[in-house]
């Protein structure tokens, strides 16, 4: 791998670098950025590669990549990093039936945000690099890289969750709730339970895991094909909702095993077994059932099964050492919170090594950073207030470890360090972009994502210093590209700081529209504010935001204290308090605008979707006249109404803190909202049930309260789409421009 990293890097004679918005496209006036535009194809960011993996010798990389003139539509295409040729490896379109997906596939693919995607979302290299496994429509096929492509399924069911095993021996999946196995080319046979009830499902993640764990898998193969551990979950104690998904020409009715905040959970077990289903075994996860199984991994030389058992509080993780021959378990060691009104924060960023140690990310001094376990003892590798985020691949040969970082708060950079803990990291990127990165399995390529405001996505092979060998996509914006003829009007972001009321600065950032001296303008405010998302970055925004300053509008976002990136102290004060600190820390955002002399200070209109649109219904109800004008997409209402896993986690148990649920809800308060508000939600949304909007249009009708509303049959919480989304903005504005929030004549 190696000598094929330098050879190729010898013949690049000039350097890998891309001009952001080509200087000869800026002379030309550009046309408005329509939203028509905006969501129509090509996408105006350029390829948006997806899924990069190396095969396992090294020779080629694959990806998922988009159509030019669908692009929701992904093919799988290799690249050959010897000679440098990319060729299309499965065709979705030729290859695909384009049959319906079972209503469970539909439902996983919303889990995994990518229920909006076409043809191939997903796939696996085989072990000996001999051919690739890729489900599309509901079945599965072996794509082999000298053209062919075998079908290894052809049922009128959906194979959910398709795997081929470790050594490549066997491929699974899951089928009418259980686990199939079998010989690479021969027929599966299921290997679980038949004639169980029907809310006993095996092999599958349960709904909080694929919703807000980031686990998907239901069942992991052992590193020599060996064993499986397979999940059993039953759902019986978890509370029935019936959810009507409304569309267009009809209405659907699901009874949907919901686990509302305060209520039970599935009980999940875990057994071990072999490929046949023989000579099962139970894994002991303890007396208490009522936890949550976070992550399973096996121990690279198969002694071990590793389980993170995480309590129903979410304030410790218990990761229980367990011997696959009999499923007893010891706990290995226990990660607690980093402060008592906290929550313990899941991550993928870990890795078992060969040595019997493990490389580990923990809070625990008040910033994300790595750890070392070895012999019953902690090493810290990393430190400093730049929290650590991703854990980007380990090369236990050289002794090193890549991972990326928080840099200046609104960029991420990429650097490497040595496991043993000595030498200083190396930065391996740009710091005038913010970068993310991925690697093969032995941490011996590089795969760099890279944008800043001007410059949209390019992606690049490295070596394991950062040197670059070849583009990926080096997505100039030039010729051709779907950008560039509106260069001339691109806006570079403003960005800056004010002060929280304790003193704590907040980011912002700032999009202005053409002005006129002695004019004021009309500010469109987005905001997120919940846990997680950062949306203050130097990153490439997106053409969204252009099309909206193209309007005539300055567009405005901050991060308010709850946001990742930032550290333990910075997310704290969303403890039990949803709908409090970050609606203060937005409202100093709305009195920072007002006092700008180009903004109106009567023309601030304020937006967001999900918890966004939580967002402003309680800024709406606390500061009456502060804002112009809301709307609200898709909001949680009722916190009652959300899942255990994401809801708890902040909140508490609302049959231990019901007070704190009252005061986080948006409905008692509903008949304080003053401002014009709209109101959108999707009719057949399974994340946040159309309860939470319907419980609130019922208490503003008996109130006599005016407001407006927007909402889509059919639709789940994503409300998107080359014609739904410019229907969603073009009634925002039209909103906007019944109230008056419109720019100066």
């Keep these: 791998m190696r000598s094929v990293l330098a050879a190729v890097a010898l013949s690049l004679s000039t350097c890998l670098t891309a001009p952001a918005l080509a200087e000869d496209t800026m002379a030309v006036e550009a046309p408005t950025l329509s939203f028509e535009r905006v969501f129509a194809s090509p996408g105006l960011d350029g390829p948006a590669p997806r899924q990069v993996r190396l095969s396992p010798d090294g020779r080629y990389l694959t990806l998922l990549r988009n159509r030019a003139d669908d692009r929701d539509r992904y093919d799988l295409w290799g690249y050959d990093i010897e000679t440098r040729e990319?060729?299309?490896?499965?065709?979705?379109?030729?290859?695909?039936?384009?049959?319906?997906?079972?209503?469970?596939?539909?439902?996983?693919?919303?889990?995994?945000?990518?229920?909006?995607?076409?043809?191939?979302?997903?796939?696996?290299?085989a072990s000996d690099g001999a051919g690739v496994l890729v489900p599309l429509d509901g079945d599965l096929y072996l794509a082999r890289l000298d053209g062919t492509v075998t079908r290894l399924t052809d049922t009128e069911g959906t194979e959910l969750n398709p795997k081929l095993s470790s050594k490549g021996g066997y491929v699974s999946f899951v089928r009418d709730r259980r686990l199939w196995v079998g010989p690479v080319g021969s027929e599966a046979q299921p290997i679980t339970p038949a004639g169980e009830a029907e809310t006993i499902r095996w092999g599958e993640a349960e709904f909080v895991a694929q919703e807000e764990m980031a686990r998907l898998q239901g069942y992991w193969w052992s590193p020599d094909d060996s064993r499986i551990v397979v999940q059993c979950t039953d759902e019986a104690s978890v509370g029935i909702v019936t959810r009507a998904a409304i569309g267009a020409k009809g209405t659907k009715v699901f009874d949907q095993r919901y686990p509302a905040a305060g209520t039970d959970n599935a009980v999940v077990e875990l057994y071990v077994m072999n490929p046949d289903g023989s000579a099962s075994v139970k894994v002991d996860l303890g007396l208490d059932l009522d936890i949550y199984v976070a992550r399973v991994d096996w121990a690279p030389d198969g002694s071990a099964i590793y389980v993170q058992r995480q309590d129903r509080a979410q304030t410790k993780i218990d990761v229980l050492r367990v011997d696959p021959a009999t499923g007893a378990s010891t706990i290995w060691f226990t990660e607690s919170a980093a402060r008592p009104d906290y929550w313990v924060n899941l991550s993928d960023n870990y890795r078992f090594l060969k040595d019997g140690s493990l490389l580990w990310w923990s809070e625990r001094d008040g910033y994300g950073h790595f750890y070392r376990f070895a012999g019953g003892q902690w090493q810290q590798l990393t430190s400093g207030t730049s929290p650590t985020t991703t854990l980007v691949g380990v090369d236990e040969e050289a002794g090193t470890f890549t991972y990326q970082a928080t840099e200046g708060v609104l960029t991420q950079q990429i650097y490497r360090a040595r496991i043993d803990g000595t030498g200083e990291p190396e930065l391996l990127t740009d710091p005038a972009f913010t970068n993310s990165a991925s690697m093969d399995g032995?941490?011996?390529?590089?795969?760099?994502?890279?944008s800043s405001p001007n410059q949209p996505p390019q992606s690049y092979l490295a070596t394991p210093d950062g040197k670059q060998v070849a583009w990926i996509e080096e997505n100039r914006v030039e010729g051709e590209h779907p950008y560039a003829p509106f260069v001339s009007s691109h806006v570079t972001p403003e960005f800056g700081t004010i002060a929280a009321e304790d003193g704590t600065p907040l980011h912002w950032m700032m999009l202005k529209p053409k002005m006129e001296p002695g004019k004021r303008y009309p500010v469109f405010f987005q905001h997120y504010g919940g846990p997680g998302p950062q949306t203050v970055t130097k990153g490439w925004g997106g053409a969204l935001a252009q099309a909206v300053v193209d309007k005539g509008y300055i567009f405005f976002q901050l991060d308010n204290r709850g946001s990742a990136n930032r550290g333990v102290d910075f997310e704290q004060p969303l403890y039990r308090a949803m709908g409090g600190a970050e609606v203060r820390d937005?409202?100093?955002?709305?009195?920072?605008l007002k006092a700008l002399d180009f903004v109106d200070p009567d023309k601030i209109a304020t937006y967001g979707w999900s918890y966004g649109g939580y967002m402003t219904l309680k800024m709406l109800e606390a500061d009456p006249g502060l804002y112009a004008a809301g709307i609200s997409g898709a909001p949680v209402t009722r916190w009652e109404l959300y899942d255990t896993h994401y809801t708890e986690r902040y909140m508490g148990n609302p049959r231990e803190v019901p007070e704190a649920y009252e005061k986080a809800s948006a409905i008692p308060d509903a008949t304080k909202i003053a401002d014009p508000l709209l109101l959108i939600h999707g009719m057949a949304d399974d994340n946040v049930v159309f309860e939470n909007s319907s419980e609130l249009i019922g208490v503003l009708q008996e109130n006599n309260l005016p407001f407006e509303m927007m909402l889509y049959p059919g639709y789940t919480h994503r409300v998107s789409g080359e014609k739904i989304g410019p229907h969603v903005w073009n009634s925002i504005f039209r909103f906007l421009e019944r109230h008056g929030v419109t720019p100066p004549k």
């Design 86 to 125: 990319w060729r299309m490896l499965v065709d979705s379109l030729a290859l695909g039936s384009g049959r319906e997906l079972s209503e469970d596939e539909k439902m996983q693919r919303e889990r995994a945000r990518v229920a909006g995607l076409k043809g191939i979302i997903t796939y696996q290299w």
């Design 442 to 450: 032995k941490g011996r390529l590089l795969y760099v994502t890279r």
């Design 586 to 592: 937005q409202k100093a955002g709305a009195q920072f």
